[in-house]
C-alpha cells in the first residue's frame, strides 16, 4: 500500500517532464489523481465532493456522456476517421472537464476515451474526475513562472500546514488564489477558447463575473457563495447539482425573485367594440455573480 502511495506521489508531482511518465491508460490517469483515501479524515468533504459535477465531469448532468460526437467520423470537425486515430487535442472539452488529461495523459488515454464513448462505458469514463488533487495539486498555483510549479508531495489550499498527516502529501502550503474567485475563473471560462484550431466555447461565466458582477459593484468571490461553510469548513458540494431538483428549485427560489405588474382594460378599437386587453410586466431579478443560465 505504502509503496502505491509513494508512486502516486511521484507521478502527480512531476507534470509531463518526460513522456514516458505520462499516463498510457485511463485507469492509469485515475490512480495518478486518485484522491480516495482523503476520504478517511476528511470524510464530510469527501461526500459533499462525490455528489458535486467535479466529481462526474465528463457525464455531468443525467449520466449523459457529452463528449460522443467527437469520438464519430464526421459529426465534428475534431472527429478522428476512428474512435483508434483519437490523441488529446481530439477533445478540446479536456482542457476544463479533465486538465490532468492535457498534462499528463498519453494520445492513448484519448484513444481508450474515445473507444469507451462509443461503447457507451460508462464504469470507464466515470472514474475521470477532477478528483482532490486536481484542484489542490495541479490548478493551485496560476503564476508558474513567479511562484513555481505546483510541487510533489505538497498539497496547496488557503492556509499552511507543516505538518499533514497524510503519507504522500505530507504538507499543505499556501496559495495565494484559494479565496479567490480566479482559483474557478481556470475552468469556468472567459468566452471562446480561440487558442484551439476551431475555436469551442462552453463555459463563459468568469467572463461575466468579471466584466459585469464586479464592475455594477459586485463584492462576493465564487467561493463565499458556493461554497459557505458547513460545520466550520467550506462545502465542496458547490451546488447546484443539476441532478438534485428539489435542491435546484430550492436554490432558484432563493436566486431568483419575480416582481409581476398586470394592467387589464377594454380598448375602444371602433363604436361599440371593445377589445379585451392586458399589460403584464415582468421582471425578474437574479441574485447570482454572473450571467444564468451560463453556457
Ligand atoms: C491521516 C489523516 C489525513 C489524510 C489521509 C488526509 N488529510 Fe488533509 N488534513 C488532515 C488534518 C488533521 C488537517 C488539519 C491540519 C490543521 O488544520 O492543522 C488536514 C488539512 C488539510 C488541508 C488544509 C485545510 C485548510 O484549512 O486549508 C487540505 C487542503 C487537505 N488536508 C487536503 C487533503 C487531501 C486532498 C487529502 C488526500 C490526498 C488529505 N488531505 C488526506 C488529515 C488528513
Ligand atoms: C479543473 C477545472 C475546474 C475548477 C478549478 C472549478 N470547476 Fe466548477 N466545474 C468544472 C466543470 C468541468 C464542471 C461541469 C461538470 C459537468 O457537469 O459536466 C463544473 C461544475 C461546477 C458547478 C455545477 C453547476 C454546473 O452548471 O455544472 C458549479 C456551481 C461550479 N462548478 C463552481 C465552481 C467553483 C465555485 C469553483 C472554484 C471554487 C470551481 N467550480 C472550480 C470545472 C472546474
Ligand atoms: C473553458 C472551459 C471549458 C471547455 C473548453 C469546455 N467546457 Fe463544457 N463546461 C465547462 C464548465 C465549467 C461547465 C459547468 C458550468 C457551466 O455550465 O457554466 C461545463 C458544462 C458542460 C456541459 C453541461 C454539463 C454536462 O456535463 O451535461 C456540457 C454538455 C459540456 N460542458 C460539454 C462540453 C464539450 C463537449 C466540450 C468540448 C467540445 C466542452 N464542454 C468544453 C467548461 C468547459
Ligand atoms: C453573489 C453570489 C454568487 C457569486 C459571486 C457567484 N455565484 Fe455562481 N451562482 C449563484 C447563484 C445564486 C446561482 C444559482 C442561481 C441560478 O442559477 O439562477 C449560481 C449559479 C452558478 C452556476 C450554474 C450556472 C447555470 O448555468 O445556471 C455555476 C457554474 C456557477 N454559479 C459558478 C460560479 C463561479 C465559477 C463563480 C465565480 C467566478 C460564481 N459562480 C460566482 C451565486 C453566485
Ligand atoms: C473544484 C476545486 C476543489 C476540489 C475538487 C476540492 N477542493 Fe478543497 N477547497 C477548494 C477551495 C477553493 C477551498 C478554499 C475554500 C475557502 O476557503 O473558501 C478548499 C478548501 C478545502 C479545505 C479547507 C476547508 C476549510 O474551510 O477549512 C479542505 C480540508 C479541503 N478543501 C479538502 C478537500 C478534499 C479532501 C477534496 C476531495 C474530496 C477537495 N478538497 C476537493 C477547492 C477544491
Excluded at 41 to 65: F, N, T
Excluded at 250 to 276: C, F, M, N, R
Aim: charged share 20%.
Amino acid at each position: 500500500m505504502r509503496l502505491r502511495w509513494l508512486l502516486v506521489g511521484a507521478l502527480v508531482a512531476m507534470p509531463a517532464v518526460a513522456s514516458a511518465q505520462k499516463a498510457k491508460t485511463i485507469d492509469e490517469l485515475a490512480q495518478m489523481f486518485d484522491s480516495s483515501r482523503c476520504k478517511s479524515c476528511h470524510a464530510e468533504i469527501y461526500a459533499q465532493w462525490e455528489k458535486s459535477h467535479h466529481a462526474r465531469p465528463m457525464m455531468g448532468v443525467a449520466g449523459g456522456l457529452k463528449d460522443t460526437p467527437l469520438a464519430m467520423k464526421g459529426a465534428t470537425p475534431f472527429s478522428p476517421d476512428d474512435p483508434s486515430k483519437a490523441t488529446i487535442a481530439t477533445f478540446p472539452c479536456f482542457k476544463c472537464h479533465l486538465p490532468q488529461a492535457v498534462t499528463h495523459a498519453e494520445d492513448s488515454v484519448a484513444v481508450e476515451y474515445a473507444q469507451a464513448l462509443i461503447a457507451k462505458d460508462k464504469a470507464k469514463i466515470g472514474k475521470l474526475q477532477i478528483t482532490c488533487l486536481v484542484c489542490h495539486n495541479e490548478k493551485a498555483i496560476v503564476h508558474r513562472l513567479s511562484d513555481g510549479k505546483p510541487q510533489p508531495g505538497v498539497l496547496y489550499s488557503s492556509k499552511e500546514v507543516a505538518s499533514h498527516p497524510d503519507k504522500v502529501f505530507k504538507s499543505v502550503k499556501k496559495s495565494g488564489i484559494f479565496k479567490q474567485s480566479l482559483m474557478c475563473g481556470q475552468c469556468h471560462g472567459l468566452g471562446p477558447n480561440l487558442e484551439f484550431e476551431n475555436p469551442v466555447q462552453c463555459a463563459t461565466l468568469y467572463g461575466s463575473y468579471l466584466h459585469a458582477y464586479i464592475p455594477a459593484g459586485g463584492t462576493q468571490t465564487c467561493q463565499e457563495c458556493h461554497m459557505k461553510p458547513i460545520n466550520g469548513q467550506a462545502d465542496h458540494l458547490i451546488a447546484p447539482n443539476w441532478d438534485d431538483v428539489p435542491g435546484v428549485s430550492k436554490i432558484l427560489q432563493e436566486a431568483l425573485s419575480l416582481d409581476v405588474q398586470t394592467l387589464g382594460y377594454e380598448w375602444l378599437e371602433k363604436a361599440k367594440t371593445h377589445v379585451p386587453k392586458v399589460v403584464v410586466n415582468t421582471k425578474i431579478n437574479s441574485t447570482a455573480g454572473h450571467r444564468v443560465p451560463d453556457g
